[in-house]
């Protein structure tokens, strides 16, 4: 109790000396005391007198009104068993076998244990994953894939850069005068370090000058081989005769690959590829200005691919988090060999 008495008594010399001083922030100087403070005994004396000067007794542990641990515990289970579900229809599903929760107190729930983004789900699953569907559910599998198509390969992997590349096109947009513009595209499946150039329309060259004044040489200068490329079986790529993209390959030592049925390639790292170019670099670009040639259009996607070969970091399989240019550069140390600068 003497210690009680003790902070009353210091408690009230405060208010007392800043009646005294008529200066709050005076006396809360002298007593080094925040004014908030002081406010906030000077409303507990009115209140109640010295007893509002005495130390409020300790807030409750648990609230009444604190969700059941079962609840918590079943929304985050519930939660990684779907996580394509969305708040509310966890609540739906939670509510048919016997728990009241609301989407809000869901979201906070897995907001605190680090699932309330899709992002999250999607990169806490990976990690469960490891390479292989242990444990995993089709469902969970399907939803993977669909957050990130380059982990439809994990089957099938490239073990070194250079072994294999996927090569497409796609449109992007269209230049000031309406002209359709289109995306020749490579990407290499070891850490999807890709090449890009623009064109106006399609021809069976386009594919040729893309790998031959972008990628071999991106190769070369780092001691690297190209084994194989994969590519659709449209005409850009495949012919009878002397078709200039297999003669070219040919001339390279390169393997082509195509798939079995008709149409494009469908491997997750074009797929990833061609989604982000869309996502990321398609809106912003044709928000900023219209494009009056290709070239112009060139020189701002050839910035782009900069930032998304060497600084942009690539979530889940497979980079894990690396940039395109780190995949290379350790594998290249690994080889002792010197990365290229």
């Not at 109640?48 to 059941?68: D, I, Q, R, Y």
Request: aromatic residues 10%; proline residues 5%; positive net charge.
């Amino acid at each position: 109790m003497g210690y009680e008495n003790k902070l009353v008594g210091e408690r009230l010399t405060l208010l007392e000396l800043a009646e005294t001083l008529g200066n709050v922030t005076e006396a809360c100087r002298r007593k080094n005391i925040s004014r908030s403070r002081f406010y906030n005994y000077k409303r507990r004396f009115q209140a109640n007198g010295l007893e509002g000067l005495k130390n409020l007794p300790p807030v409750h542990a648990s609230h009444p009104l604190t969700t059941p641990q079962a609840v918590v515990e079943r929304s985050v289970e519930v939660s990684r068993e779907h996580p394509a579900w969305g708040c509310s229809r966890i609540s739906n599903y939670l509510a048919l076998i016997g728990f009241s929760v609301s989407g809000p107190t869901i979201q906070k729930i897995l907001t605190r244990h680090g699932i309330g983004m899709r992002k999250k789900r999607w990169l806490k699953l990976e990690e469960r994953a490891q390479g292989a569907d242990t444990g995993l559910t089709c469902e969970q599998i399907a939803w993977l894939e669909r957050q990130n198509p380059c982990f439809r390969e994990r089957y099938n992997e490239s073990s070194r850069p250079g072994e294999l590349l996927c090569q497409g096109s796609f449109y992007v947009g269209c230049l000031q005068n309406g002209d359709p513009v289109r995306v020749q595209a490579v990407v290499d499946t070891y850490g999807s370090y890709a090449f890009g150039r623009l064109f106006i329309r399609k021809a069976r060259d386009h594919a040729v000058l893309l790998l031959n004044n972008k990628v071999l040489p991106f190769y070369k200068e780092r001691g690297l081989e190209i084994s194989a490329i994969l590519t659709g079986n449209n005409r850009e790529y495949c012919g009878k005769g002397s078709h200039p993209y297999e003669l070219y390959l040919n001339l390279a030592k390169i393997e082509h690959v195509t798939p079995s049925g008709t149409g494009s390639p469908t491997n997750g790292f074009a797929d990833r590829f061609r989604w982000i170019v869309l996502s990321e670099f398609v809106p912003k670009t044709f928000r900023q200005k219209l494009y009056a040639t290709v070239e112009a259009l060139q020189a701002a996607f050839d910035r782009w691919l900069v930032y998304y070969n060497t600084k942009r970091s690539h979530l889940g399989y497979r980079n894990m988090g690396r940039r395109p240019v780190e995949t290379i550069d350790q594998y290249l140390e690994g080889q002792n060999i010197k990365p290229h600068s």
